[in-house]
């Protein structure tokens, strides 16, 4: 059984996971809506990838006998200011997501729980991932300047991604 204090704070994240899900999920309807199916394709994918996120810490709460306790998941934005502007806007979403893992080490860290401090190494690893892949798009974005068929190939580009679902343990 997890302390409460770690037990909260997992919950906590669960939401903010779930939210990371929404707020892609908006961000895909957005790109949808200007005509950029890779682009849409490329933020529905991160936004199942950000609810296995959720899942994990959902199963691991069970896992520990702990109470998983899903609280109101806020209303994501639904207008940016284009492209550049969403792709910005996930580079520092994921930064927070990256300092909220930072911050649940660091209980795992003070309670000494060992076990949940093993289990987020995982989320440490996929944050480096996260930022990276939108600090990537950010950069071809800014290479890509205004030219419409350089725009055109990455759109093409990001419609190639595809959802891999986590392996679960039978
Ligand atoms: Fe689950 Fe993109 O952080």
């Known amino acids: 059984m ?3 204090k770690m037990s909260e704070a997992l919950n906590k994240q669960i939401n903010e996971e779930l939210y990371s899900s929404y707020l892609y999920l908006s961000m895909s309807a957005y790109f949808d809506n ?3 199916k890779g ?13 296995d996120h959720a899942m994990k810490l959902f199963d691991y709460l069970l896992s520990q006998g702990s109470e998983v ?18 792709i910005e806007a996930t580079l520092e979403h994921e930064q927070h997501i990256t300092q909220c893992i ?3 080490v660091d209980i795992a860290e003070e309670l000494k729980d060992r076990a949940t401090y093993n289990f987020l ?7 480096v ?5 939108a600090r990537e798009i950010l950069d071809k974005l800014e290479l ?5 068929d350089a725009l055109f190939m990455l759109d093409k580009d990001l419609a190639q991604r595809v959802y891999t679902p986590p392996i679960t343990q039978a």
């Open 34 to 36: 200007m005509g950029l």
């Open 121 to 127: 190494q995982w989320y440490i690893d996929e944050q």
């Open 69 to 86: 306790d899903l609280k109101e998941i806020k209303e994501p934005q639904h207008k940016w200011n284009g492209i550049k502007d969403v």
């Open 2 to 4: 997890l302390k409460s």
């Open 102 to 104: 930072n911050d649940l």
């Open 39 to 51: 682009f849409a394709n490329w933020m529905r994918i991160q936004a199942m990838e950000e609810r």
């Open 144 to 148: 890509i300047g205004d030219s419409k």
């Open 129 to 133: 991932e996260e930022e990276e892949n």
